[in-house]
């Protein structure tokens, strides 16, 4: 029962990770870019790595190991989106401009 909840957690990972991946690629500017990745990476990450703990706690019996892994899991959390919000602090400092839409005759720069 236990393989089934960590399968389930990797494959929640996985998917969160690959909507990650497509939604940096496909978006147009650079701070839409960073929205999948520090959402859906963050929380991809998350459930991957708690999957491990999962693993790590009751496959080897090491109740240590696995509090020591959640604690990785808790720094991930708060510093994801801190240090995504620095790098859009930085991009705004930079003077980069957010992407508009195109409007139909109007030159574009």
């Known amino acids: 029962m236990m ?4 399968t389930f957690f990797l494959i929640c990972g ?3 990770f690959s909507g990650g991946t497509v ?3 496909r978006f147009p500017d650079f701070y839409s870019r960073l ?4 959402k859906l990476d963050t929380f991809g990450l998350v459930t991957t790595v708690g999957a491990l703990a999962l693993h790590v706690a009751f496959s080897h019996g ?3 190991t696995a ?3 959640c604690l990785i899991i808790v720094f991930v959390f ?3 989106p801190t240090a995504t919000h620095a790098i859009v602090d930085a991009g705004v400092r930079a003077g980069l ?3 508009t839409k195109p409007v139909v005759g109007e030159e574009t720069e």
Not at 3 to 6: G, Q, T
């Open 78 to 80: 708060i510093t994801s």
């Open 97 to 99: 401009r957010p992407w």
């Open 67 to 69: 509090l020591k892994i």
């Open 23 to 25: 939604g940096i690629l």
């Open 3 to 6: 393989n089934i909840l960590i």
């Open 14 to 16: 996985l998917i969160f």
């Open 62 to 64: 090491s109740i240590l």
């Open 35 to 38: 929205h999948p990745a520090g």
